[in-house]
């Protein structure tokens, strides 16, 4: 889940002696309701949790429109970027943390479906759509679909920094394909 920026009503909380809280927060289009909790880090040297917030995951989605909850496996198919307005700035931490899913992934089941990516690809923030872009070169097993996209968003999108992104993810797509076509073998 990524958040605004500089927006304080979107800040993680924790609770006393390091136990993770979480809030329920609503999107700036008032069409959600989203439950969102830090995530910890295990330490591997002394098997405990560094209570380290590393990015912000969501638990529990609420549509106010459709009147639908969505609760765990649900939630990889909304975007990642249900809390950010139109004109907000992006959460450094958390897209990090978004970006780095399917690049270090070993279950590309787990991560969002292409559906979702293509659709934040349309999402009225200039800055989503170029991470959007950014993203799809990472989906080499919807090798098709994230190219149609790419080159749909490099030709027509009004941002030049989002053109420049999907042009910039079309060699990175076609690279990851490669590699792909190179392990499976």
Same mark, same amino acid.
């Given at each position: 889940?990524?958040?605004?920026?500089?927006? !304080?009503?979107?800040?993680?909380?924790?609770?006393?002696?390091?136990?993770?809280?979480?809030?329920?927060?609503?999107?700036?289009?008032?069409?959600?309701?989203? $439950?969102?909790?830090?995530?910890?880090?295990?330490?591997?040297?002394?098997?405990?949790?560094?209570?380290?917030?590393?990015?912000?995951?969501?638990?529990?989605?609420?549509? #106010?429109?459709?009147g639908? $909850?969505?609760?765990?496996? !649900?939630?990889?198919?909304? !975007?990642? $970027?249900?809390? #950010?307005?139109?004109?907000?700035?992006?959460?450094?931490?958390?897209?990090?943390?978004?970006?780095?899913?399917?690049?270090? !992934? $070993?279950?590309?089941?787990?991560?969002?479906?292409?559906?979702?990516?293509?659709?934040?690809?349309?999402?009225?923030?200039?800055?989503?759509?170029?991470i959007?872009?950014?993203?799809?070169?990472?989906?080499?097993?919807?090798?098709?679909?994230?190219?149609?996209?790419?080159?749909?968003?490099?030709?027509?999108?009004?941002?030049?920094?989002?053109?420049?992104?999907?042009?910039?993810a079309?060699?990175?797509?076609?690279?990851?394909?490669?590699?792909?076509?190179?392990?499976?073998?």
């Amino acid at each position: 889940m990524v958040r605004p920026a500089d927006a !304080s009503e979107y800040d993680l909380v924790w609770w006393e002696r390091g136990v993770a809280g979480g809030r329920v927060v609503q999107s700036r289009d008032t069409e959600w309701v989203v $439950f969102i909790y830090p995530r910890a880090v295990l330490d591997l040297r002394s098997w405990e949790l560094r209570y380290e917030r590393i990015d912000c995951r969501m638990a529990m989605a609420y549509d #106010v429109r459709k009147g639908e $909850f969505h609760t765990g496996s !649900s939630l990889t198919k909304l !975007s990642p $970027f249900l809390l #950010v307005g139109a004109q907000d700035e992006l959460h450094a931490d958390d897209l990090h943390a978004l970006l780095s899913i399917r690049r270090y !992934s $070993f279950n590309i089941d787990d991560t969002h479906p292409i559906g979702v990516i293509t659709d934040s690809a349309a999402h009225p923030n200039r800055r989503v759509r170029r991470i959007a872009a950014q993203m799809l070169g990472e989906y080499w097993d919807e090798y098709e679909a994230a190219q149609a996209t790419l080159k749909h968003l490099a030709e027509t999108d009004p941002d030049e920094a989002v053109r420049e992104a999907a042009k910039a993810a079309l060699p990175r797509l076609e690279e990851r394909r490669r590699e792909e076509a190179r392990w499976s073998k």
